[in-house]
């Protein structure tokens, strides 16, 4: 394995080592509370759902409506492996890649356990990159693992040769580059209203000064969505995180397949849920309502996306 992807693999080791310590368990279905997440949607099972709800779920739907069932699915880069377990829930026969050996043990530990045998395709995970595969596939699933590519013509072309005429590529991405500060200030809005009301995880801000922190504080929520990290917080989840901007990516993947859908994907929630405190029922509420206005502002353009949904498909001539 080349140093660079070695460095990959050790980061993503260390991270999936360090989220099942503190109580991580990768599955949708499955999934308990966890305080380890301070933020992310995968705190508690109610926020998960949504979070699913709006990606995963559109994804086998966008696959479903082109492209029939039981597909041979290759899972590039899968991590822990959440994503295959529910394709092969669908009826897919999944094989999941990535080169975390830690990531592939614990996805096949808990594909092991899976409880949700009725209408299961077949799931196998290994440890190898893209380039190791020789094995033909209906489809290639990229889920935020292209970004890890500083090349994603070449990535997205050596999938496609693993693709009879007629096969797909779908893909989950981030698409950063689309993210405004007039999203931040949005985002800024509504965690500051709900710290102010006691249901987010920090402290309100004081505003002493006129309104004068407001540009610091909304350029650290862009710099925090645009890079996928707390302004503080060293590093990134690897070295090769971020590598291609979102419009690299999407332009990769149009010049090679004919384009079957596209559709915007989260633009926040993913990174505010998590940070929502308070009784149950009443954080839900609050969730859903987010989560609800999150697709109303997409769909209308009130607010940009900081991921898409791609489905394509490799034509004769390509």
């Not at 599955?27 to 949504?50: G, Q, V």
């Not at 190898?128 to 890890?148: K, M, N, Q, Y």
Request: charged share 25%.
């Amino acid at each position: 394995m080349k140093p660079e992807l070695e460095a990959e693999a050790a980061a993503f080791d260390r991270r999936i080592e360090e989220r099942i310590r503190a109580g991580f368990l990768p599955d949708f279905r499955r999934a308990s509370k966890c305080a380890y997440f301070y933020k992310s949607f995968w705190r508690d099972p109610h926020f998960i759902k949504l979070y699913a709800d709006g990606t995963v779920n559109i994804l086998l739907e966008m696959l479903r409506r082109h492209s029939g069932e039981n597909l041979r699915i290759l899972d590039v880069g899968c991590g822990a492996g959440y994503v295959s377990l529910e394709f092969a829930r669908a009826g897919h026969r999944v094989l999941g890649i990535d080169i975390s050996s830690k990531c592939i043990e614990i996805a096949s530990e808990y594909r092991d356990k899976n409880p949700f045998t009725e209408g299961f395709g077949s799931l196998d995970y290994e440890v190898r990159t893209l380039d190791e595969v020789t094995e033909p596939f209906d489809c290639v699933l990229f889920s935020g693992c292209l970004h890890h590519f500083s090349d994603p013509a070449k990535t997205v072309h050596e999938a496609t040769e693993l693709l009879p005429a007629g096969g797909f590529i779908l893909a989950y991405e981030p698409c950063h580059d689309q993210w405004r500060m007039q999203d931040a200030a949005q985002v800024t809005l509504i965690r500051g209203l709900l710290a102010l009301a006691g249901f987010w995880y920090e402290e309100p801000f004081e505003l002493n000064d006129g309104g004068s922190k407001f540009p610091t504080l909304v350029q650290d929520v862009h710099t925090e969505y645009v890079t996928e990290r707390d302004k503080d917080e060293a590093g990134g989840q690897s070295p090769n995180d971020n590598s291609a901007s979102g419009e690299v990516i999407l332009n990769a993947l149009r010049e090679q397949l004919r384009e079957l859908e596209y559709k915007p994907g989260l633009s926040f929630t993913y990174r505010l849920l998590g940070g929502l405190r308070g009784p149950d029922e009443t954080v839900y509420r609050i969730a859903d309502f987010l989560a609800a206005y999150e697709k109303y502002t997409i769909e209308n353009g009130f607010l940009r996306p900081n991921y898409f949904c791609f489905l394509g498909k490799k034509t004769p001539s390509r």
